[in-house]
């Protein structure tokens, strides 16, 4: 009888993990998951970290301002399994990303979808298995 309890237990609390960390993933809450932008401009700081690395790009905006934008990429060791390293990308790359935009434009944040590096040419997000959730 204790046995039963014991695995009831477990069971749940990997049950109620689960939501937990689905609900931290919830990417809908942050951005528009059915629209796209294109955003193009100067890499000025690469975070290649976990739980979400980040690039943060300036680029011009509708208006033709400079404006520095946030775009939220996998993890460093999610991305290291797609052969992304905190090598690939160096402040002054050139590069143009497609993601979701974020709720609040005013944060100009997007989440990661594709990346083109203009000098060379090199891409991410366009094979299978590159993605991130």
Known sequence: MKVRWIILLVALAALM???????????????????QQTVEGDLVQFLFRNPHSFVHVEGKDEKGETVRWAIE??????????GV????????DHVIIVGN????????????????????GWTWGGRPGESFD
């Open 17 to 35: 993990s689960g939501i937990q960390l689905y609900a931290h993933h919830s990417f809908a809450a942050t951005y528009f998951e059915d629209k």
């Open 73 to 82: 990429w996998g993890g460093g060791g999610q991305l290291g399994r797609q």
């Open 85 to 92: 390293t905190r090598e690939t990308l160096k402040p002054g």
């Open 101 to 120: 935009p974020g709720r609040n434009p005013d944060d100009h944040r997007l989440r990661m979808l594709r990346l083109k590096r203009t000098s060379d």
